[in-house]
């Protein structure tokens, strides 16, 4: 006669009944792209380049309508953020209005005194 001992199962007894967190299969919850945010960070980088203050400032708002659109649980896993899209929105703005605030003013031409 052999002794064994007792084999006690440390597993939890619930676990054949939990699944991995997933969101539901419904039209709701499937992955959507935001197309406000790709056409802001697009509008940006064109705007700074040809210096064009509408596509600058119509991505800026653009990138704002992104922003308060996102929604995180929905996007895709390559997606950026919409915060980036800002930021490429504030540099357009910089790139398009800096240069005109740095320039010097003009000093007044003085006519000579007769």
């Keep these: 006669m052999s002794i064994t001992a007792p084999v006690l199962d440390k597993s939890d007894p619930k676990s054949d009944r939990l699944y991995a967190f997933h969101l539901p299969s419904s039209p709701e919850w499937e992955e959507q792209k935001d197309w406000f945010g790709q056409s802001a960070m ?3 980088g064109a705007g700074m380049f040809i210096k064009n203050p509408l596509f600058v400032w119509g991505s800026m708002i653009m990138g704002v309508i992104g922003l308060v659109n996102y929604q995180p649980l929905r996007a895709p896993k390559d997606s950026t953020s919409p915060l980036i899209t800002l930021g490429m929105a504030f540099a357009g703005v910089a790139t398009l209005c800096l240069p005109k605030m ?11 005194v007769v």
């Excluded at 740095?102 to 000579?112: D, K």
Aim: net charge negative.
């Design 102 to 112: 740095m320039l010097a003013p003009e000093a007044p031409i003085s006519s000579p």
């Design 42 to 44: 697009m509008g940006a």
